[in-house]
């Protein structure tokens, strides 16, 4: 088993095999170990998570309100002209994808596209620096930075954007609008006579839609969140493997390391942008369909 060198501390060199290096840094800074993968009690935090996302929130939407609150009606500034640009490309990708009134659509698809970029990128920082700092700044012994690679932060922003569908689906129907989709689609409602058949035919046929609309739900949340957590988690145990390369201090290890490294971070921008774009594009399109009337 390959060896990675730790920090020296005061009983001399620590060493610690793969698997353990990549164990330690999958290891969240919580408020209290987790249960099990999912965890529904409110104490069993990742305060590293919480920290990192609202910082990335932080790093896009400070920039954004700059760039608007300086916008010029004249010829605009390079980084007004970009985030104009942005903009309109993401205005672009919801005209397509949701019918309706879009001035609120376009700066959610926006806000949305530049946070999960940031969070992804923090993956193509030297995995060793931020829980390096963590440790010998603020005492921390476990600090996991990549926010899109901890299901529990993935899941709560598909969970999101599930109260946003309920949101305009009751806005845009109306109350009553939204109870009858849920009661007549897909498979449409027999019409309802005099004879009793028709009743119980149209009960049960209600029952069905509503559980079909509840898979729909369920299964398009789980899949947008696990979809963007599946690729950036495999992208960071990549990194990790690679960063174990150079361990060895040999020149070929060093050599693989620094080859291997720029090659999948190179790799892994089209990642980072890939997954950022999908995961705003998903949301368009159930926003999209909160819009539609059946």
Known sequence: MAELETMANEGGAVKE???EY?????????????????DFAF??????????????????????????SRATAGVPGKFQLAVELLLEWVNDQAKTLVHG???????????????VTVMNAVDLLPVDWLPWVGKHVFGVEHLRPLVTADI??????SLGVLLLVFYYNLKIKGVGGYIHQLLCAPFGMLKISMNPLTWIGALLLAVVNVAM?????ISNTLSHGMRLYGNMYAGELI?????????????LGIGLHLFTGTIWAIFHILIVLLQAFIF???????????????
């Open 17 to 19: 095999t793969m698997s």
């Open 43 to 68: 104490d069993a935090m990742h305060l590293d998570t919480l920290f990192f996302s609202l910082l990335c929130a932080l790093i896009v939407l400070i920039p954004l309100r700059m760039a608007a």
């Open 101 to 115: 009134k879009l001035d609120y659509i376009a700066p959610l698809a926006l806000t949305i596209f530049t946070w």
């Open 280 to 294: 705003m594009m998903l949301t368009l399109v159930y926003i999209g369909q909160a819009h539609d009337k059946h």
């Open 213 to 217: 609309n509840c898979v729909e739900y």
């Open 22 to 38: 990549i164990s330690h840094h999958l290891t969240h800074l919580s408020s209290r170990p987790a249960s099990g993968l999912f």
């Open 152 to 157: 529990n932060g993935t899941l709560g922003m």
């Open 239 to 251: 990194f990790f493997l690679i960063a174990g390369l150079g361990a060895s201090g040999t020149a």
